[in-house]
């Protein structure tokens, strides 16, 4: 449905967006994740034919949007980061409008514009002007902006923001709802928002694709290297000594400012072993008292600043 | 034709459903009055050809006025829709700049046209108190010169607001453009010698005398005609151009 390659976009002699290629199938859910500059952002204005790319083509809908702009605009919905508004304008009448700009025929404007109000749950709100709705609700009418047309592809640019944990949970459900029939891709740097909507995730960082993969791969990926997590009762610096020996093990922090002292011990180990149980056996060997033991699997945030701030270390001595 | 329609319809809906359209055309059509009744007491009651008289000031007067309403006129028409980020809506949808620009233009253009119309009723007290009546070729080539005339200001204003997301800056502009196009005209009038007849052929306000006095000229329509198609031009490049800023 949307297929990006080599695309690059700068500004003088900043890149924004730099060689950046994936596709989305048909019906998918796409996360673009990456911190605020990432250039997720400019990538979208791209899909959407707001903006030439300075090299590198992007495919939407099989039409090129470059060469068939006018094509792919017809093809995509679009909620900018701030909502593109007419404060002056009710809601009905805003999304009327928005329907003879994408050139509906007359005679479907009025079930289109029912449609998106009724999933946008706009309702009561279809007489009132947008200047006077909230926040939430304006972010609502965005939403309903974006889907009123019926588009093959819709490309929301942070959609949660601003909103509250309530709207949101919403906002979530909408779109989960929206994907197989429509094709999406949403950018945000909301971690969890990624992991509950996105069928796959590209985690974008300086212009660059850090990564491409499901919230679910990426996770045990890196799950593989592991985290262990340990209470005991023992003294310090022995301890620190029996897991240092412990093969396989890559880093140890020990915390003793617990006030029942206890001390808690993380563990990271090399990927491929699993050392719980070698570690649980050792300590019963000395006759320390072990209180827990488990372990950890990094989350998507984990993952997410391994990569992004990984990408950052390699690349300040380049500059 | 149907987005060209749906930019028009909408920028008719944001200057009638506001009170930006009642008030403009509330005090234009005050200060008209209040002028033109300073023009009937003004004139020469033993004159034959006070009516003309009249109706020339009067006319005159009109393009004085444009000069001062115009700028409110276009000063948000793409500084707000920038500011707003409407702008990014209307350029990923399925119409070109060129449709944005003249739903636009025309849009104004109305608004103008609405502020005009009613000043027809001065030139009606004019028909019916007078004898004889003037020349009627004065009222339409006037009317048709007004338009052309306030035309090619919005046309001016329409570009000068699409450099800015500030209306005020947008204003300020065009208010200094046209008192720069009303300059030319006033510092070069009677001036001979080459350089001052090429700026008086070049001067917005010097075309509009001509249509006041009756005269259709088609030096003078080609004029506006050329005036409103570049700034028209100029405004659909200027559009595009968004698209290759970074913001």
Redesign the interface.
């Known amino acids: 449905m949307i297929e990006v390659q080599n695309l690059t976009k700068a ?2 002699l900043v890149t924004a967006v730099d060689h950046v290629s994936f596709t989305v199938n048909k019906g998918e859910i796409l996360g673009f994740l990456g911190p605020n500059g990432a250039g997720k952002t400019t990538t979208m204005r791209i899909l ?5 790319a300075t090299s590198g083509t992007a495919r939407v809908s099989g039409f090129d949007v470059a060469q068939d702009s ?2 792919v ?2 093809h ?1 919905g ?1 909620l ?1 980061e ?8 009710a809601v009905g ?1 805003y999304l009327d ?2 329907l ?4 509906i025929p007359a005679e479907r404007r009025r079930a289109r514009v029912d449609d998106a109000i009724e999933k946008t749950n706009l309702g009561d709100k279809r007489t009132q002007l947008i200047k006077r709705l909230s926040r939430g609700y304006k972010q609502r009418v965005g939403l309903a ?1 974006a889907l009123v047309h019926d588009p093959d592809v819709i490309i929301l640019d942070e959609p949660t923001v601003g909103l509250d944990p309530k709207q949101i949970i919403e906002v979530r459900h909408l779109i989960k709802s929206l994907a197989g029939s429509h094709t999406i891709i949403l950018s945000t740097h909301i971690l969890p928002e990624v992991s509950m909507t996105c069928d796959r995730v590209v985690i974008i960082n300086k212009g660059k694709i850090a990564a491409v993969d499901t919230p679910q791969n990426l996770t045990t990926q890196l799950k593989s290297g592991q985290r262990i997590q340990l209470e005991v009762r023992a003294p310090e610096k022995p301890m620190q000594e029996l897991l240092g020996q412990i093969p396989g093990t890559s880093r140890v922090q020990l915390d003793s400012s617990r006030a029942d002292g206890h001390l808690t011990a993380t563990v990271e180990a090399a990927p491929g072993q699993d050392i719980r149980s070698v570690i649980a056996a050792k300590i019963v060997e000395k006759g320390w008292e072990l209180y827990e033991l488990r372990g950890v699997s990094m989350s998507l945030e984990d993952i997410f600043l391994e990569l992004t701030t990984d990408d950052a270390a390699h690349a300040q001595p380049s500059n | 034709m ?2 060209l ?3 028009y ?2 920028e008719m ?2 200057y009638f ?2 009170p930006i359209a009642y008030v403009l055309v509330g005090l234009f059509l005050f200060l008209s009055g209040f002028f033109f009744d300073l023009y009937v007491n003004a004139a020469n009651d033993q004159a034959p050809d006070a009516p003309t008289w009249v109706l020339r000031a009067f006319l005159g007067f009109l393009a004085l006025v444009f000069l001062f309403f115009l700028p409110m006129v276009t000063m948000g028409v793409y500084a707000e829709e920038r500011k ?13 700049e060129l449709q944005i620009v003249l739903g636009k233009f025309f849009a104004s253009l109305t608004l103008f046209g609405a502020m005009l119309l009613p000043t027809a009723g001065c030139v009606v007290f004019i028909w019916l108190h007078s004898d004889p009546v003037p020349p009627f070729r004065i009222v339409l080539s006037g009317y048709l010169g007004a338009l052309l005339f306030g035309g090619s200001l919005l046309a001016l204003g329409s570009f000068l607001s699409s450099l800015t997301e500030n209306q005020i800056i947008a204003a300020a502009l065009t208010f200094a453009a046209f008192l720069v196009l009303w300059a030319i005209d006033f510092g070069t009038r009677g001036a001979s010698g080459p350089a001052g007849q090429v700026l008086q052929y070049l001067s917005v306000i010097n075309h509009y005398d001509d249509f006041t006095r009756g005269i259709i000229d088609t030096a003078g329509v080609t004029y506006y005609l050329s005036f409103i198609i570049l700034f028209i031009f100029l405004t659909v490049r200027s559009v595009d151009s968004m ?2 800023r ?1 913001a």
């Open positions: 500004y003088g959407t034919g707001f903006m030439p006018l094509e605009r017809r995509i679009y900018p701030a909502p593109p508004l007419y404060p002056d304008m009448t409008f928005v003879r700009i994408k050139n902006q | 149907r987005s329609y749906a930019i319809r909408k809906g944001h459903v506001s707003r980020g409407t702008m990014e809506l209307l350029m990923t949808s399925p119409i070109t698209r290759w970074r």
